[in-house]
Every structure is written in structure tokens, then in C-alpha cells.
């Protein structure tokens, strides 16, 4: 983090762009919470510390096809039924303790459906304190010993803190204690049996790297986001047993660094664990809950507990805090506990809980959908606009996704059948949740004073006071003077021996003398520099005392010009605070518009895209329709164009028959005429005929071998058959009739019958094209199937076809003479050999059903 160090969660006005900065995806873990009841059925199991498999429950079928299928899923590490609350909280939460103490930002929140144990890891239970009172319990042993002073620090309204002196602190904590109701708890009475247990941690774990040239303040504020609207649970409202008045819901704002915090929140500055944890035990008591179809205490709101903490440096001398704004770095944690996914159906809510139930799900849907456009952003390089305001949840915490913070989520899991739906649904946004980014927090700016001058200067107070404590205290300070006047004394000439031994001694004296002049001199001569030096001493103080007037006046006259600016810029901020209002009121009038005109985008969306699907589905008839029709039409096209040239062949025969009879007569009178009258005419032998028919034949008789009739062998012999013959079906009086031996003859086909057989035969009759019944039987073979019925893949089909002759009646007359040998080129067919053609149905034969001919083709006259 750097930039703007008094504002919460920390982030430089100008943002980083995301090719330049780090990033660090979400970090996601996962818990299982232990069944209630032991032998109750599980669909949740622990394969690794990292995957978790689930499966679908006895007798449940997820997929079309029925199949019983099962889902792994990855988190960054998985925690069991067995795993303790303290091994949660070193792996999940004390990194971000860790990064609150170095000044940077964190946001921690559970999430899973109604009973699985969100708020027990949150909070904790008696004797088994949670994640938050570990938190900070883990804040007060790393900076116990560097807070400062009460009110030392001052939150302001706009999400800062300001530092102030040691004299106005003081006076702030005086005004404190004389007020009727104190603003924080006592840390010195005794401790709410309620929640002692929870917090008697006795881990006592602590940062490893803390500044110790740095003071401390934690300040904690508690709040719940009910039915989308922001509810501070520290606030004091003011009892009213006649008009009780209700808890105003609070507003959202954007500070000058783009972070978003809850305006008028109630932020109590904190000392212990105890005082914090009582707190937050005051503001748990007014959260929401209700009692459930799933869970007897559930939360039917999203708490968000905060953290800030605020430091600032030490002066050079390493005494008092250091009256620079800028230099005061503000981190946030932030411990949500958000309210359980469920169902109506299953929960039976009604009225207010049915209402409550919608908006946690309807805000939970709003997380899930900010997360899906942030990764599609990611992943995709798109630029869709993330939905935040749709929702207060979102809205609050969209600085740590678009800025920077260490962002972790705890997904909680009941591993019980009943909740696998929800328990599906949860493991796939979490999956998700995974793949976005968050931008790395960056280490704060080092500062400029010397490190460590906390310690040196205590080490130099404690080294004076040991030196005072062996000289006796303030006799000190005379033995100094002392000693100066005896430096003084010795830089005078030495007195020389004033003893008289002699009368006549004429020395002593005169020495004397001279070394009391030369003293009395020099005297005389310091006593003239000290009173120059007294001179000069009082003209500095008083050219001194003018400057300082001077000053005075100057600083006066600067303090005027400072306080009318001051007056005037607080005009000027009373102008913008009215303004920011209008424009607060207008941003939430077109938040709304905002939100009804996406509601109807969304709406009018669907509607395209159901509309759309629509479209596409009648195009896809109308192919289907128009590729139906089509083959309609062309085999009814193939069939009429085989009817006409049967019909145009059928009407050729006929005309050369009476063409032949024509020439027939004409060649009898003929011979009636050039015969002479007693020879009587001899009628043609039937013999002489058909030699002649095959005389009279355009083309040669074909010199291949004839065919020979394949008698095929039914593959039924030795296996069990089920002979299905609808009702429906025309008995035929044909000599050939299908015959399958070991055969269970049905009506209609059931499972029954063939569950006993290996083979299915059907007989299927339907009208050829030339009106006579046609007989096909469609042979299969019977297979268990997987679920354990039948099903019959069919393999064969024969075709039985009764046909009518239609040969032409040939006449004969006893007067009809021998035909001449030219009409041996007319065209003759018996009976028998316009009917040697025998058709048989096999599979995959180039001809469709599979036509085989055993008979010599016939050739038609040109």
C-alpha cells in the first residue's frame, strides 16, 4: 500500500493499472463441519488436504441419463471434521493479522448454505474461541507494550484519523470520564461470564516483525446488512419506553481515495482483547436471528465486524507521537459473516422470514454475479461494468476487488444428503471465486528518523536516573558548581609561604605582596569581562525580546489572516457538504432509475433470448419440415415415374398383341385367298409357336449357365424366438408360410417374453405399389440392457410378395393357317417364364432392402 496513509483500507488516488501491479488470486478454503447425528448419510468426503469429492445420494439422479456420477473439487487447503480452531486460524487468519500489523489491508468472510457452521468458525463456543476473538487476541500481544494513550488518536467523519497532543488527550479523556455514560468499557472490571470462555485463549501468538518505533490505537466498528439496508449495532439509542424509537439505517459514501465506508458508524477505540470482545458481545446481542426449519439460530443478516489500526511514528527523540497527518498509516481487517443460502421449500419460511430469505439470497446472487464479471474481465480482457451497487454487500467491499487487499474466503460445508443441492451450488462459486485477482498490497514507505530511538532514549533515562539515585539526586548540581569555582580558583598564581622566621627578613613579604596584586588584577580584570559580558547579555535579550515581539505581532497578524481563511473555507465546506447532500440524493435517485432501467435490460434480454431460442427452433422445424417434404416428394416422384413406365410398358405390350393379331388376320386371309379352295388350312401347334417366338427375338438368348436357386438356411434353428403378429395382420393362403420352431408367439411385445428369448421376429404387412399385400419379417436380436431391461436390435428382413400373373390370353382358331416364318419375330412369353422371378430381402444390399434375382432377365422389344 502507499499513497494516502490516513484513509481506510488504504489506496493511492491514482490506481495502478492492472499490467503493472501484482496480483494475487482469492484464496479459498474449505471446511466440513461434522454430522449431527453419526450414522446419518454423508455426500461430502475429504480425498486430500487440497480436493474434496461429492456425490449424489442413494436414489437420487442428477443426469438424463441416470448415471451415478461424481464431482471433485480444488481448494487451496481443505479442513476436516477433526481440524481445531487453532489450526484454522494459522493457516487462514494470521496472515492477515500479520499484514493489518506491516499496514495493509484484509477482508476475511465465510460463506455456505443455513447450519453449516459459519458463524461457529466466525465466532467460536465456549472454551473454543473463533477466528475473531483469536484475531484479537493475536493484535494486542504484538502491540501491547507500543499503544498509545487513549484518545491519542481521533477518528474524524470521513473515514481518517487525526493525532493529537499529549495535553489535548488528556483533556479529551477528562471530558470522557466526567460524561454520565462512557463511551468505551472499562478494562478493569470484570468480564461478562458469557464470553469469558471464548476469549481465554492461551495460544498467545504475536506478529514477528512489529515497529517498535511506532504507537498504536485499534479502534473496532460493528455492523449488519439487513434486507439491503446498513444497521449500526454499537449505536446508543436512547431508551423510550412511551415512543420506542427504531435504529436508523445508514449510507454508504465514497471518501477522496474512491474507498467506500458507512457514514455516522459508531468506531470505539479498544485497549485488550477483553474491551474489543466486549464490544463486539454488545453489538452480537442486537444482530438479527431467527429460528428455522434448518437451523435453530440462523442469521438472517450479513455482519461485518472491523478492524482498524492506526500508527504513527515517533519522534526523533523517540518520546511523543509525531503531529504529522501525513505520516499516519491506517490498515483495516474486515471479518464478515455472511448469512446462509437457502430454500423456502425446505425452510417453510413465511412472511418476514419468506421476505428476509429472498434479500440474503437475492445479495448472495449479487456476490456470486460480481465475481463471475470480474473473472470474465480477467480472463477475457473485457470491460463490463461490475454490478457493485447492486447490492450493499457488494457495494462496501468493492474496493478491496478493484484496489488493493488480501482478500480470503472460508466456504463451510454440511456434509449431510439433505443439503446437496445447496452444498453443489456453493462448491461451484467457490471454484469460481478462485480464478479472480486481487491486487498485491505494497510494503509502506520507510521513514526518515534513525530506528530504534524508542529504545535508546529509555536506555538513557534509565541510565540518568540510575546516576542521580547514586549521587544522592540534586546535590549533583552543587558539586558541579563547586567544581567550577575550584577550576577558577586554580588558574590564579599560588600564594607563596607566609611564615616569618627572621626579623630582618625582607622577602616574604615583598612576595606576598606581588602575588596579592597580581591577584587583585585579575580580579579586576574578570570582574570587567563578566560585567561586558552582563552588558552584552542583556542587549541580546533585549534586541531578543523586541524580535520576539515583532514576531508576536507578525504571527498575530498571520493567525487574523488564518482564521478568516479558516472561517471562510469552513463556509465553503458547509457549501459542499450541502451540495454533496443534493448530489447524494440525486446518485440515489439514479442508482434507482439505474437499477429499474437494468432490471428492464435484463427482462427485455430474456425476452430477446427466448424469442431468439423461438426463431431458432421454428428454423430448425421448417429444415426438418422442408428436408421431410423433400424426400416425400422425391419418392413419391420415383414412385410415379416406376408407375408410368410400367404403365407406358404395360400399354406397348398391349398394343403390339393387337398389332399381332391384326397381322395374323391379314396373313389368314391372305393364305384364304392364295390357296387354292380344296386345301384345308392346318392350325399352328403350340410347339411351332414358341420355336417361333424364340426365333423371332431381337437378341440371342444369354449363353450364361442358368442360376441356381439359392435355398437359404434360417439361423433360428436351436435359439428362442418371439413371434410378433399384431392382430391387424391379413392371413395370406400361400403355400409359403414363415415357420420359426421354439417360438413364443405374442400379439403385442412385452418385456415378459423377452426376458426368454435370444432373437425377435415381426410381421409387418403393408400394400405394394401394385396392389398386392406384401409380408416382411424383421428379425433382431434381443440385449439385456444396463438397467436391466431389453432392448432388440434389428439385423434382418425378409420380404414375402404374393404376385398374380399377367400374361396376355393367347387365341386360337381351328381355320388359322401356319404362320408364316416372319411372324416368328413377334414377341412370346408363356406363363412360366414371365413368373421365374423370385425376390428375397436381405440386409445392405445395394438395392435398399436387398433385392436378389434367380431367374434369366428378359429383354424387351425396341
Known amino acids: ?124 463456543s465456549p472454551g473454543d474461541g473463533g477466528l475473531l ?48 455514560i462512557p463511551k468505551t468499557p472499562s478494562g478493569k472490571r470484570q468480564i461478562d461470564p458469557e464470553f469469558a470462555d471464548m476469549i481465554s485463549v492461551r495460544d498467545h501468538c504475536k506478529a514477528e516483525e512489529v515497529e517498535e518505533d511506532s504507537v498504536y490505537s485499534v479502534f473496532v466498528s460493528y455492523i449488519e446488512i439487513y434486507n439491503n439496508y446498513i444497521y449500526d449495532l454499537l449505536e446508543e439509542i436512547p431508551f423510550d419506553p412511551i415512543k420506542p424509537k427504531p435504529p436508523q439505517s445508514k449510507i454508504l459514501r465514497e471518501d477522496q481515495n474512491h474507498n467506500m465506508y458507512v457514514i455516522g458508524c459508531t468506531e470505539v477505540e479498544v485497549k485488550s482483547t477483553e474491551e474489543a470482545f466486549e464490544v463486539f458481545w454488545r453489538g452480537q446481542k442486537k444482530r438479527r436471528i431467527a429460528n428455522t426449519q434448518l437451523n435453530r439460530e440462523s442469521s438472517r443478516s450479513h455482519s461485518v465486524f472491523m478492524i482498524k489500526l492506526a500508527q504513527a511514528p515517533l519522534d526523533a527523540d523517540g518520546d511523543n507521537v509525531l503531529q504529522e497527518r501525513e505520516q499516519i498509516t491506517l490498515s483495516q481487517l474486515s471479518l464478515v459473516d455472511l448469512a446462509g443460502s437457502e430454500r423456502t421449500n425446505r425452510t417453510k419460511a413465511e412472511g418476514n422470514r419468506l421476505r428476509e430469505a429472498g434479500n440474503i439470497n437475492q445479495s448472495l446472487m449479487t456476490l456470486r454475479t460480481c465475481i463471475e464479471v470480474l473473472r470474465e474481465n480477467q480472463m477475457y480482457g473485457t470491460n463490463k461494468m461490475v454490478p457493485y451497487r447492486d447490492s450493499k454487500l457488494t457495494h462496501l467491499f468493492k474496493n478491496y476487488f478493484d484496489g488493493e487487499g488480501k482478500v480470503r474466503m472460508i466456504v463451510c460445508v454440511n456434509p449431510k444428503a439433505e443439503d446437496y443441492e445447496e452444498s453443489l451450488q456453493v462448491m461451484r462459486f467457490a471454484e469460481m471465486t478462485q480464478e479472480v485477482e486481487v491486487a498485491r498490497p505494497v510494503d509502506k514507505p520507510l521513514f526518515g528518523l534513525t530506528p530504534g530511538r524508542r529504545f535508546r532514549n529509555q536506555a538513557f533515562k534509565d541510565e540518568l536516573s540510575r ?68 552588558l552584552a547579555f542583556k542587549t541580546m535579550l533585549q534586541e531578543f525580546d523586541s524580535s520576539i515581539v515583532s514576531k508576536e505581532n507578525y504571527a498575530q497578524g498571520k ?46 434480454q430474456q425476452e430477446l433470448e427466448s424469442k431468439s431460442q423461438k426463431l431458432q427452433r421454428q428454423a430448425s422445424d421448417k429444415r426438418r419440415l422442408e428436408a421431410r417434404l423433400q424426400g416425400m416428394v422425391t419418392e413419391t416422384t420415383m414412385k410415379w415415374e416406376k408407375e408410368c413406365e410400367r404403365r407406358v410398358a404395360a400399354k406397348q405390350l398391349e398394343m403390339q398383341n393387337k398389332l399381332w393379331v391384326k397381322d395374323e388376320k391379314l396373313k389368314q386371309l391372305k393364305a384364304i385367298v392364295t390357296e ?14 414358341r420355336e417361333k417366338a424364340f426365333q423371332r427375338s431381337v437378341s440371342p438368348p444369354p449363353t450364361a449357365p442358368p442360376v441356381r436357386l439359392r435355398h437359404r438356411r434360417s439361423r433360428s434353428a436351436g435359439e428362442r424366438w418371439v413371434d410378433h403378429k399384431p392382430p391387424s395382420n391379413v392371413p395370406t393362403e400361400t403355400v409359403m408360410q414363415p415357420h420359426v420352431p421354439h417360438a413364443i408367439t405374442v400379439a403385442a411385445a412385452n418385456e415378459k417374453a423377452l426376458a426368454k428369448c435370444d432373437k425377435y421376429m ?47 390370353k393367347r387365341r386360337s382358331s381351328p381355320s388359322s393357317p401356319t404362320p408364316p416364318e416372319d411372324a416368328a419375330e413377334s414377341e412370346w412369353t408363356d406363363v412360366e417364364t414371365r413368373c421365374s422371378v423370385a425376390v428375397e430381402m436381405r440386409a445392405g444390399s445395394s438395392l435398399g432392402p436387398g433385392y436378389q434375382h434367380h431367374a434369366q432377365p428378359k429383354r424387351r422389344k425396341p
Open 1 to 124: 500500500m502507499k499513497a494516502a496513509r490516513t484513509k481506510t483500507p488504504r489506496k493511492p488516488v491514482l490506481k495502478k493499472s492492472s499490467n503493472t501491479s501484482l496480483k494475487d488470486p482469492v484464496g479459498v478454503y474449505c471446511r466440513v463441519r461434522p454430522l449431527s447425528v453419526q450414522d446419518q448419510e454423508c455426500c461430502i468426503e475429504v480425498i486430500s488436504e487440497t480436493t474434496v469429492q461429492i456425490h449424489p445420494p442413494d436414489g437420487y439422479r442428477i443426469f438424463r441419463n441416470g448415471e451415478y456420477r461424481e464431482t471433485q473439487y480444488t481448494f487451496k487447503e481443505v479442513f476436516g471434521t477433526l481440524v481445531t480452531q487453532k489450526v484454522l486460524f494459522d493457516v487462514v487468519a494470521r496472515p492477515l493479522v500479520e499484514d493489518l500489523i506491516r499496514g495493509k489491508n484484509g477482508l476475511l468472510f465465510t460463506y455456505g448454505v443455513t447450519g453449516s457452521g459459519k458463524t461457529h468458525t466466525m465466532t467460536g
Open 133 to 180: 476473538p483469536r484475531c484479537l487476541d493475536m493484535i494486542f500481544n504484538s502491540i501491547g507494550s507500543f499503544q498509545a494513550k487513549r484518545f491519542v488518536f481521533k477518528v474524524d467523519d470521513k473515514n481518517g484519523v487525526d493525532v493529537q497532543c499529549e495535553v489535548d488527550a488528556l483533556l479529551e479523556r477528562q471530558k470522557r470520564d466526567a460524561m454520565p
Open 467 to 534: 546516576k542521580l539515585e547514586i549521587r544522592g539526586g540534586p546535590i549533583s548540581g552543587e558539586t558541579e558548581e563547586q567544581s567550577v569555582a575550584e577550576m577558577l580558583l586554580q588558574n590564579f598564581p599560588p600564594l607563596p609561604s607566609c611564615e616569618l622566621l627572621d626579623v630582618n627578613d625582607d622577602q616574604t613579604l615583598p612576595r606576598l605582596i606581588e602575588v596579592l596584586e597580581k591577584r587583585h588584577r585579575m580580579r579586576q580584570m574578570l570582574s570587567e569581562e563578566f560585567t561586558k559580558n552582563v
Open 559 to 604: 493567525l487574523t489572516e488564518k482564521e478568516k481563511i479558516i472561517a471562510g473555507q469552513k463556509m465553503e465546506i458547509e457549501r459542499l457538504e450541502k451540495k454533496t447532500k443534493t448530489l447524494e440524493y440525486k446518485i440515489e435517485i439514479l442508482e434507482k432509475t439505474t437499477t429499474i432501467y437494468e432490471e428492464d435490460k435484463r427482462n427485455l
Open 676 to 689: 387354292p379352295k380344296n386345301e384345308k388350312p392346318e392350325r399352328p401347334s403350340r410347339e411351332k409357336d
Open 762 to 808: 415381426l410381421t409387418h404387412q403393408e400394400l405394394a405399389s401394385d396392389g398386392e399385400i406384401e409380408t416382411k419379417l424383421i428379425k433382431g436380436d434381443v440385449y439385456r440392457t444396463r438397467g436391466g431391461g431389453q432392448a432388440v436390435q434389428f439385423t434382418d428382413i425378409e420380404t414375402l410378395k404374393q404376385e398374380s400373373p399377367t400374361g396376355r
